[in-house]
């Protein structure tokens, strides 16, 4: 008996166990408090879908051999020039949507290329290196957003120039995704448009990686070594995981404004990457491994311990901000715990 349970401890993960029977417990625990658990509920698939794409850009990442890309707002940003973009030429509903996305790809793509040679260049520091480079871009478009000539009034300050911090999507392409084929079951809400768009980009990401481009780029980061001595040019598919990353997070970033209802602008994806770091790492990633099912599974968890400790922190006890705090140290404490298992020759 006591084997068995150390197998399934060991199968499932110390971290993700507790946060899992955590999660279980503050469930039980918004029931008892008589908070309204159907809106909850909504609330925890609405965040699940709107965030899944940014974690799940950390797959090629780490598959790849690059590690968790903490450089995840390089292709945040992308996603939100091609929404402003968007925006400016007037695209509205679906088309400004599908729009953003098509606006950013190019950005993307070209910035993933950069990035991935920069971070062959620089083996063995991936993740420092990717850290000060995605703050280092959001510092750089924070004077570009305030110099960057577009006319549209709903983007720009009434005085002065330059964009503003936040721009609505009310009039755009705002919930696009989360009103499409949405079922309603009394106060239980499920954005069925924005569950499938996640699922089908995690079923693109499953047919890659089974394809022999993604069996060689898995390849590339599981064994290096083995992989050039079999004729695997690794520093393509470092590359190519780069590419794939900045680009899904361009997507992602548009997926989650869409459903957040806001583009935000300047200092806002600073610290994006951290959260869907954390997210894969829960649901079971190291720094060297990731399955689409880690994304699931950590996304879920992860937002939805976000989603229902708030109220239930705020109910059982009135002073400070304990959701906050509890916030933080799952977030950063399940990223350092991750990091400490990479080993000491990584």
Not at 218 to 240: E, H
Not at 284 to 311: C, E, M
Request: aromatic letters at 10%; one cysteine or more; proline letters at 4%.
């Amino acid at each position: 008996m006591n084997e068995a349970i150390r197998d399934f401890t060991k199968k499932v993960g110390i971290p993700r166990l507790i946060i899992s029977l955590f999660f279980i417990f503050l469930c039980f625990s918004s029931i008892s408090l008589g908070l309204p658990f159907a809106s909850l509920s909504s609330d925890t698939l609405r965040r699940f879908g709107m965030n899944g794409i940014l974690v799940l850009a950390m797959i090629p990442s780490i598959q790849s051999g690059l590690g968790p890309n903490f450089g995840l707002p390089l292709g945040i940003i992308c996603g939100i020039l091609g929404s402003v973009l968007a925006i400016e030429l007037g695209l509205v509903g679906a088309a400004g949507f599908w729009g953003a996305i098509i606006i950013a790809m190019p950005f993307a793509i070209g910035i993933g290329i950069a990035y991935g040679i920069m971070l062959n260049k620089i083996k063995g520091s991936e993740m420092l290196v990717a850290t000060y480079t995605g703050f280092s871009i959001v510092s750089f478009m924070s004077i570009v957003w305030i110099l960057i000539p577009l006319k549209h009034p709903e983007m720009v300050w009434p005085i002065g120039r330059g964009l503003r911090v936040t721009i609505a999507l009310d009039s755009t392409f705002g919930n696009i995704l989360n009103d499409f084929l949405r079922i309603d079951i009394g106060k239980f809400s499920i954005p069925t448009g924005l569950l499938l768009f996640f699922f089908a980009m995690c079923a693109l990401i499953w047919i890659f990686n089974r394809s022999r481009m993604g069996i060689a780029m898995k390849a590339s980061g599981d064994n290096p070594k083995f992989a050039i001595a079999s004729g695997i040019d690794v520093d393509f598919y470092r590359i190519i995981g780069s590419v794939m990353s900045t680009t899904l997070a361009s997507v992602g970033i548009i997926v989650y404004a869409q459903s957040y209802g806001f583009v935000q602008l300047y200092q806002a994806p600073l610290m994006m990457a951290f959260p869907a770091v954390a997210a894969v790492l829960i649901g079971g990633a190291s720094a060297r491994k990731a399955k689409i099912s880690h994304v699931i599974i950590g996304t879920f968890l992860f937002q939805g311990l976000l989603t229902v400790a708030l109220p239930v922190a705020n109910e059982a006890i009135k002073v400070g901000n304990l959701s906050e705090v509890l916030r933080m140290i799952v977030q950063n404490g399940i990223i350092l715990y991750a990091l400490t298992k990479v080993g000491g020759e990584s």
